[in-house]
Each structure stands twice: as structure tokens, then as C-alpha cells.
């Protein structure tokens, strides 16, 4: 991560976007509060990141973290090889019946996880 002084810049939040498997449309309604062309200029470099929107972003990239290392932990206690078995929910509607009180965004960051963890042949998803 990143210290408090070094702005995020146009890059960096197109890259965490993307992580988090946010669209640009969902970013900006759930982050900025600003409008999808807004958002484009951020990441376009056309407009500076706003520093509320790059504090919101960290935040949720250690949440991600931090819920990455108790699926690290569950791996750890797995025999060589072995493989956990991560939800991934294709609708948010499918998510929200499985985890009440939730919202888009840790839908969006338990997807991005559940992704990462198959890709790298240590989940299966169901």
C-alpha cells in the first residue's frame, strides 16, 4: 500500500478498479458519488484523483487483504494440494440471500477473491 503523502494516481485506479471487478458505472456511483465520465477522467489522467476516492479504494483493498489472509490461514491447515471450496455468486441478489446485510461491495471484493484463489488452482468455486 501506499503512504498517506504519495497521491494514487490515473494508473493505480484504473488497476484497483479492475481488482475489485468493479465497471467504471459502479465505481463511480459506489466510491466517487460522481458521475461515469468523471471517473473516466480520473483514469484517464485528465483529472486528479480525489483524495477521499483514493482513501476509499485502499480501504477496500486491505479489507481484501485482510479477508485474503483468513482463506490463507484455511489453506495453510489443508493437505498438500488441497483445495477450498470459495462461493462465487454471478448475481448480487445470489449474494445477498447467502450473506444478509451485505453490500455491492464486499460482493465485489469476495468475487475478486474467489476469482484469484481459482485462477491460481487453490479453490474450486461453487
Not at 474467489?114 to 491460481?120: F, K, L, N, S
Amino acid at each position: 500500500m501506499r503512504d498517506a503523502i504519495t497521491p494514487m494516481n490515473n494508473l493505480e485506479l484504473q488497476a484497483a478498479r479492475k481488482l475489485l471487478m468493479m465497471d467504471v458505472s459502479e465505481a463511480a456511483e459506489s466510491i466517487g458519488s460522481v458521475t461515469p465520465r468523471t471517473w473516466q477522467y480520473w483514469e484517464a489522467g485528465r483529472s486528479t484523483v480525489p483524495t477521499d476516492v483514493a482513501l476509499e479504494i485502499e480501504a477496500l483493498l486491505e479489507m481484501r487483504m485482510a479477508r485474503m489472509s483468513d482463506i490463507d490461514a484455511k489453506l495453510a491447515d489443508l493437505p498438500q494440494g488441497g483445495r477450498l471450496e470459495l462461493p462465487y455468486h454471478i448475481s448480487f441478489e445470489s449474494y445477498i440471500a447467502a450473506n444478509p446485510g451485505a453490500n455491492k461491495k464486499l460482493w465485489r471484493i469476495d468475487q475478486s477473491i474467489a476469482a484469484m484463489y481459482y485462477t491460481e488452482g487453490h479453490a474450486d468455486l461453487i
